[in-house]
């Protein structure tokens, strides 16, 4: 709401003090929007705001507003989170928050509010406009990959991504391995005014230095021996969209050189071609690893860091949001039966055993996990034991990233250690992960002891 439409208001009560007045003001913003009064009323919603709750205006008005968005007795600020009426009544001053709303049939939407001063007649109240980052039913739909959550670590990503959204500055992602950035990334794309262009996602792994030139920028016929016709490159299809490089740590340094020029001016040559061509694209950059390390060691280019870096998001690892996880069992699970036709279910131990594990492979080792688990559960029930099993097979988990095996390689133990070592991943039911933390080594060092001590045993 803009402090202009705050002074219509003001001068449409005192002047006539009239509620429908006033309620045909806000009845004209295309979003949602309410005015709660100093006890936590709320005085007028208009009919965008009510719909998200499946009521009309008349219904809610009266009620406190945390009864309405939240299903609570209790304002907000009590359970942990930021409260805008407290701010706003405080400062006079504008304030921008994001919560999760309990919407219509047990939905949880996560919305960004902007808080805004509203005086009427000598009295101040908040007006809040509601801006939803993210809707999505309790049973999600299961043919959709999608960003899930309402951890707090997840919530204040999600605002991130959705104030990333907004802006035509590069993004740069960061995070583990498996914790959903080219999702993220899409959910960028989605949400910004270039949703209806390309997206693009180059993995600058897999780009061959000699190459990535060609691929990213493309080439004239007879640019080089084979270029038998004109191939626009990746950047070029993405004109007017999005374009995410994936790992982009990975890239070689004289790519790294070439594309830093695009970013800069805006403009590419394709190979063999003497004129530039414009170039319109939004970049977001993707990498699990420390850039400003990499930019140290003079891996990766100091100035590219800083022309990619406009604004920089971290994606929370599934250890720091665990409130979340049977959230995103359920999910997987809903989308294995959604394929197969089976209702799988988790029993109660299976639930606070995931809870438990160090997810080093985040997100996706979850759903690999559910998945193979929701395969081989014969009378549809997937318990601890079995999930503690499947996680124990050989190759099953994942590296912990920046966790190198050291230059000298640690002697597998012998006699009582080698019987410590059995201990300790019955201890941990078998989670290789947690149980290499225990004993102060790396999983591969753990794999290797295991792999010799099988290869030593009589037949």
């Known amino acids: 709401m803009t402090l202009s439409m705050c002074h219509d208001i003001v001068a449409c009560m005192t002047a006539k003090s ?151 500055l590069p993004v740069l992602l960061l995070g583990e391995t498996g914790v959903g950035k080219e999702l993220a990334a899409r959910h960028v794309h989605a949400s910004s005014p270039r949703a209806d262009r390309p997206f693009v996602t180059v993995d600058c792994a897999t780009l061959p230095a ?15 021996f084979g270029a038998m016709s004109t191939r626009a490159g990746l950047f070029e299809q993405a004109h007017g969209g999005t374009v995410l490089l994936d790992q982009i740590c990975e890239l070689a340094p004289e790519v790294q050189a070439k594309l830093l020029r695009v970013l800069e001016t805006g403009e590419l040559r394709r190979l063999g071609e003497g004129s530039p061509k414009r170039v319109d694209v939004r970049v977001i950059c993707a990498t699990h690893r420390d850039l400003l390390s990499e930019v140290q060691a003079g891996r990766f280019r100091a100035d590219l860091y800083y022309r990619i870096a406009g604004l920089k998001i971290t994606l929370p690892a599934l250890r720091e949001r665990a409130d979340d996880i049977a959230l995103l069992a359920g999910h997987f699970l809903d989308q294995f039966r959604e394929q197969t036709g089976v209702v799988p279910r988790l029993t109660p131990d299976a639930l606070e055993w995931l809870r438990q594990q160090p997810w080093l492979g985040n997100v996706r080792e979850l759903r690999q996990l559910v998945s193979r688990s929701a395969a081989q559960a014969s009378d549809g029930l997937i318990d601890a034991q079995m999930l503690a099993r499947l996680a124990a097979e050989p190759g099953d988990q994942p590296a912990a990233a920046a966790e190198p095996e050291p230059d000298s390689a640690q002697a597998a133990p012998r006699g009582s250690d080698r019987s410590q070592v059995a201990q300790v991943l019955a201890a941990h039911r078998g989670n290789r992960s947690a149980a290499a933390r225990k004993l102060g080594v790396s999983e591969r060092t753990l794999y290797r002891w295991l792999r010799e001590e099988r290869a030593g045993a009589p037949d």
């Not at 405080?90 to 928050?97: A, D, K, N, Q």
């Not at 060609?214 to 640019?223: K, S, Y």
């Open 18 to 168: 009239d509620v429908a007045n006033l309620r045909s003001l806000i009845e004209a913003r295309a979003d949602p929007f309410v005015l709660i009064d100093a006890r936590y009323r709320i005085v007028a919603a208009n009919n965008h705001y009510a719909a998200l709750y499946g009521l009309t205006p008349k219904q809610i008005e009266g009620f406190h507003c945390h009864q309405v968005s939240h299903h609570r007795s209790s304002p907000c600020h009590e359970h942990g989170e930021a409260c805008p009426l407290q701010a706003v009544m405080s400062t006079g001053e504008s304030t921008e928050v994001v919560h999760v709303h309990y919407g219509c049939g047990a939905r949880q939407d996560v919305v960004r509010i902007v808080g805004y001063p509203v005086r009427l007649g000598g009295q101040l109240l908040l007006g809040e406009s509601i801006t939803p980052l993210q809707s999505r039913p309790v049973a999600p739909a299961p043919s959709e990959d999608s960003l899930l959550g309402s951890s707090p670590a997840f919530v204040t990503a999600l605002a991130d991504l959705a104030r990333a959204a907004r802006f035509t």
């Open 210 to 224: 000699a190459l990535a030139e060609d691929e990213l920028f493309g080439h004239v016929r007879g640019a080089y």
